[in-house]
């Protein structure tokens, strides 16, 4: 005889009752990330390499060799 296997119940029941957080977090996380993203620049290649700051990075993590 088959034993009872209570973890897809268990699963089946946390899934109906957290649903509404996980997608409330998925949500969340995707609005502060594009966000985070928005401040720092439109993120073009060519407006990063005029940056001053990236150009002493650049300087000092690959020697100065061209990306």
Known sequence: ???FDPWP???KR???RN????????????LITKLSL???GSG??????????TQKLKSLFYGG???
């Open 38 to 40: 928005g401040l720092t």
């Open 9 to 11: 119940v268990f699963f």
């Open 44 to 53: 073009r290649p060519e407006e990063i390499r005029v940056c001053p700051e």
């Open 19 to 30: 649903w509404p957080f996980l997608v409330g977090f998925a949500i969340t996380g995707t």
């Open 65 to 67: 060799k061209e990306w």
């Open 1 to 3: 005889m088959r034993k």
């Open 14 to 16: 946390e899934f109906n």
